[in-house]
């Protein structure tokens, strides 16, 4: 049925499947967003209303990233790539604080957050790195993309923000495993590894008392859970577990509605859902995360060119690694960075920018057939 | 190796390699859904339990005590609101730093404050760490709530005894019931905090009177703050007491003591019922109901006069002459004596080696039973006693309810001792010598009582040798029915003693006030009948009597019973140190029973209607 499709301005069903995919999770998220802050007085806008603005915002990134031919688009990584980094350089400095760390850059009533917006053009630089230069020795398989991905690395964890500086790792490494490794065996040896390194993770993590683990978090991220000895991540899986098989209904989650669970709209959305809608619910949002990677993995599989399929598997590997780790660490599998639930997490930034990254994805789908110039 | 491979090949080698994307993503996922069926699914029930005590808070709604009224509906014991301090340790987050806050914030005793946290109970269950906070401190604590996490002031109804020291020994006091007493089964309702009675009425009745608490379960957000009430299961109020004191004569007899030593019975004869029961020197019910500090709990404890005794029903003393009346009924009843017969008293008696002497140096001279009561005549006694034995002495003697608990409802009530051969093989594992019955006789040597039990004792004899249990409850007003239900006098015992035997007796004791040693219990409102005593203190002593320090000088006693013909009261004096019963104790006896007499005539007219009106109480908390 895809190949069926030519490059055309009509939207195919693909594209309706994958937008309706896109929605639905965004609607999830809206829906869970409205519940735990629907009774939060406080001046301005409420969070779900706001949120509706990012994802207003967010479709625009996203017809914006599908109007250009991603060719052209990847020709200004580096432009872009320079902006970023001059960015969070301007966010060491002037940036506005929260949590003890300095991420965002208010834009009137809002605050825009660079690192986020990082995440993105780290796909573009090194998709279009990897598919122009010639891949020859390790020098220009792994040193040189490292070299490129580093200064971004340094400033976003200098904020610190260790949740968006992993995700950046997390974006260099898969490129890496998906091209810049040669040999097949490294490849599949590192890749596996990479997916089984959560669980080697919780095995080692979980036999750490609570005081080296705190210790070790309070060495690698001081900032995220002042004083909460565990607090966070005890609440969150007491959230997710309360919800047992169908939950307690909307605005029943205690946890959050209480305020015993804290960001309940943001990192720890999952939480709040999983309390008001059980394992059924859960699973529900598993499937449909599943079914949008696995559109995409079609995406990549299909593109005609190799800087297509880069940056498909680029946007893939940043998103199952979000998913992955948020749901991991609210679960209580992972210790807990700052890494937001794509296109369910409140927040500016991190709307625009997944969806702008989700763009992207359709645009290498949709000029699949088109000609090479 | 392929180094320069072209893009096709690139393309192809990177699009195989997603597969293994596809297999390690569906991987991963499928452990996601484990982890969260195991949190969900087989842990759920314990998370949601969790859940639900993360958002529900306890809080305890402490019962109002019952009210204790004198037997004219007199309030003696009520409550008044007071705020107490109560610490939720589920929401404290540093237990040192919040120690640190109360004690800058109100000057609490950081030591106390760590030990009542530190008590054992139910986790969810908010810890009172204060009472009785002023004004000042509770608006404090308000003020700064937001700074204390986990901190809740509330309004409870607080012990109050309204005429302070007066009957504090027979109220008692209440108190947190401590963590020994959360132990026993009868607490078993109970919780850290709880206020029990801890002497007294307030002790004895206890289960009566402290009523049920309730609880209310709260909803709260992360920081402690309430959201709305969930359940509330409402206290319940203790019942009410009517004590059988008469609270004008308990002043009365309190004020006659004054700051002496000593105790004062008087009980109405025909039912048991104690009219008074002063106990001097005595304590503050409204002190020793707060939270003392170990200083001054020391203090209390530690006072020369023994406050916290109560002298009536707990002070043991020898009875010393009053012990003759039932020495008298012994003799006559055992054949011993007859009415007329006689002993010649030169002052002193034989025995062996030794003289024992008589309180009046010379002698009597020939006295027969009346006479040797009326003049307390000690060779008699001597004599008499003598000829029964000890074992035949103690077998009256326990018919008249020496050496065993009278019954009251008192706790820790004490018994005294009556001597006997058993006895002392018992108690000292040697024989009984014949030179120890003499002593014995006239209420000295081993023999000791205590006043309550002397009073019961002249009371038996005033009401022709029925002995009713004294007590100190008349009728309890139970909360759920709005029922006063009257408790029944209780009869004891009944002496084996012939009525013309105790007659007899009852007569001299009337020529002991009209022509003995006790001419100034005399009364032209009443007649009066009664004994004297004197107890010795110290064994050896030389010179007049000013000359002894205080705390060595002999104890006064006077027991008695109003009107002759027909007794209504029966009192016991016990005036500690103060030498000569006919100087020291008939006096006083002498004004409690007139005084008695008076408000009893009065109370005919006037005393039930100020009863009734005064009983609903309505100032108080409930």
């Given amino acids: 049925m895809i190949d069926r499709v030519m490059d055309s301005r009509e939207f195919d069903n693909f594209d309706v499947r994958f937008l309706g995919l896109v929605f639905l999770i965004l609607g999830v998220g809206v829906l869970s967003i409205y ?213 307690k209904g909307l605005y029943g989650g205690t946890q959050s509605q209480l305020k015993f669970l804290p960001e309940g709209h943001t990192d720890f959305v999952f939480s709040v859902f999983a309390e008001e809608w059980g394992f059924l619910g859960v699973l529900a949002v598993l499937i449909l995360f599943v079914a949008l990677i696995w559109l995409s993995l079609e995406i990549a599989a299909r593109a005609k060119d190799e800087l297509g399929a880069l940056l498909a598997v680029g946007v893939i590997c940043m998103l199952c690694f979000c998913v992955v780790v948020n749901i991991g660490m609210t679960a209580g599998m992972f210790p807990i960075v700052g890494i937001p639930l794509p296109l369910m997490s409140y927040g500016g930034s991190a709307t625009i920018m997944t969806m702008a990254s989700l763009g992207l994805l359709l645009n290498v789908k949709r000029r699949r057939l088109s000609l090479f110039y | 190796m392929a180094l320069t491979g072209s893009f096709d090949s690139d393309l192809g080698e990177l699009q195989r390699r997603l597969v293994l994307l596809r297999i390690g993503l569906l991987l991963v996922v499928a452990l996601l859904a484990l982890r969260l069926w195991h949190l969900q699914i087989r842990e759920g029930p314990y998370y949601r339990d969790l859940s639900e005590n993360n958002r529900t808070r306890s809080v305890i709604l402490e019962p109002a005590r019952g009210l204790i009224y004198d037997r004219n509906g007199v309030l003696l014991a009520n409550n008044v609101p007071s705020f107490s301090l109560y610490i939720s340790l589920e929401d404290v987050k540093d237990r040192e730093v919040l120690v640190d806050q109360l004690t800058q914030l109100i000057g609490l005793d950081p030591a106390l404050v760590r030990k009542k946290l530190a008590v054992r109970g139910a986790k969810q269950l908010p810890r009172k760490v204060k009472d009785r906070l002023t004004l000042k401190e509770a608006t404090l604590i308000e003020s700064h709530r937001l700074d204390l996490p986990g901190v809740m002031i509330q309004v409870e109804s607080q012990r109050n005894y309204p005429s302070g020291t007066t009957a504090a020994h027979v109220l008692g006091y209440v108190g947190e019931v401590s963590a020994e007493q959360l132990e026993k089964p009868e607490f078993a309702e109970l919780h850290q905090g709880s206020i029990v009675g801890q002497y007294g009425v307030e002790k004895y009745f206890d289960r009566v009177v402290r009523g049920l608490a309730g609880q209310k379960s709260v909803e709260v957000d992360a920081l402690g703050h309430e959201k709305r009430t969930v359940v509330v299961d409402q206290p319940k109020a203790g019942d009410d007491l009517y004590l059988t004191i008469d609270a004008r004569l308990q002043k009365v007899a309190e004020e006659l003591l004054g700051q002496e030593s000593g105790a004062i019975v008087a009980l109405d004869p025909t039912t048991g019922d104690i009219l008074a029961m002063a106990s001097r020197p005595a304590f503050d019910p409204n002190v020793l109901s707060r939270e003392l500090t170990a200083k001054q709990w020391v203090e209390i404890v530690q006072d020369e006069g023994r406050p916290l005794n109560n002298r009536a029903s707990q002070g043991q003393y020898p009875p010393g002459s009053t012990f003759k009346v039932m020495m008298a009924a012994a003799a006559l009843e055992s054949n011993t004596v007859t009415p007329s017969s006689t002993v010649h008293c030169n002052g002193g008696y034989q025995f062996g080696r030794r003289l024992y002497h008589d309180w009046k140096a010379g002698g009597h001279g020939s006295v027969d039973l009346r006479q040797a009561l009326i003049h307390s005549c000690d060779v008699y006694f001597y004599t008499i006693g003598q000829r029964m034995g000890i074992d035949t002495i103690a077998s009256f003697g326990r018919q008249f309810g020496l050496g065993e608990e009278t019954g009251v409802e008192l706790p820790s009530e004490r018994v005294g001792i009556l001597p006997s ?202």
């Fill in chain 2, 421 to 622: 051969t058993a006895w002392k093989q018992k108690a000292k594992n040697e024989p009984w010598l014949p030179g120890e019955t003499i002593s014995a006789s006239i209420g000295q040597g081993y023999v000791t009582v205590t006043p309550l039990q002397m009073a019961s004792l002249i009371g038996t004899v005033a009401n022709d040798g029925v002995t009713y249990r004294p007590r100190l409850v008349q009728s309890i007003m139970d909360r759920d029915t709005s029922q006063l239900q009257e408790l029944p006098a209780v009869e004891k015992n009944r002496l084996k003693v012939k009525p013309e035997h105790l007659r007899l007796i009852r007569e001299a004791l009337a020529g002991v006030v009209t022509e003995g040693t006790a001419t100034r219990a005399k009364s032209a409102l009443v007649s009066i009948a009664g004994k004297t005593g004197t107890a010795q203190t110290a064994a050896l002593r030389t010179g007049p009597e000013k000359d002894i320090p205080k705390k060595l000088r002999d104890h006064a006693w006077f027991v008695a019973f109003a009107p002759v013909d027909s007794p209504k009261i029966a009192v016991a004096v016990l005036a500690e140190n103060m030498g000569h019963g006919g100087s020291a104790a008939a006096p006083l006896a002498k004004e409690v029973i007139e005084t008695y007499v008076k408000l009893t005539q009065h109370a005919s007219t006037t005393g039930r209607q100020a009863a009734a009106a005064s009983r609903p109480g309505n100032m108080d908390i409930r």
């Fill in chain 1, 35 to 247: 519940s735990v802050t629907h009774d939060q007085g406080g001046s301005g806008l409420p969070f779900f209303a706001k949120q509706l603005v990012w994802i207003f915002l967010g479709t625009i990134a996203f017809f914006i990233m599908l109007m250009w031919d991603y060719h052209r688009i990847a020709r200004l990584a580096y432009p872009a790539y320079a902006v970023i980094l001059l960015l969070l350089a301007f966010v060491l400095f002037e940036g506005k604080t929260s949590r003890g760390a300095q991420r965002w850059i208010p834009i009137g009533p809002f605050a825009f957050q660079p690192s986020e917006f990082a995440k993105l053009v780290l796909i573009l630089v090194l998709a279009h790195y990897y598919s122009k230069a010639p891949r020859v020795g390790w020098l220009q398989r792994v040193v040189i993309p490292g070299l490129l991905m580093l200064p971004g690395l340094l400033l976003i964890l200098k904020q610190p923000d260790l949740g968006s500086g992993l995700s950046f790792l997390a974006v260099y490494a898969a490129m890496l495993l998906m091209v810049g490794m040669r040999s097949q065996a490294m490849g599949v040896i590192l890749l596996f590894s990479l997916m089984l390194f959560p669980f080697a993770w919780e095995m080692m993590w979980g036999s750490l008392h609570d005081y080296q683990r705190q210790r070790i978090m309070a060495f690698v991220d001081p900032d995220y859970d002042p004083g909460g000895k565990g607090y966070h991540a005890l609440q969150s899986r007491i959230a997710i577990g309360a919800g047992e098989l169908t939950g």
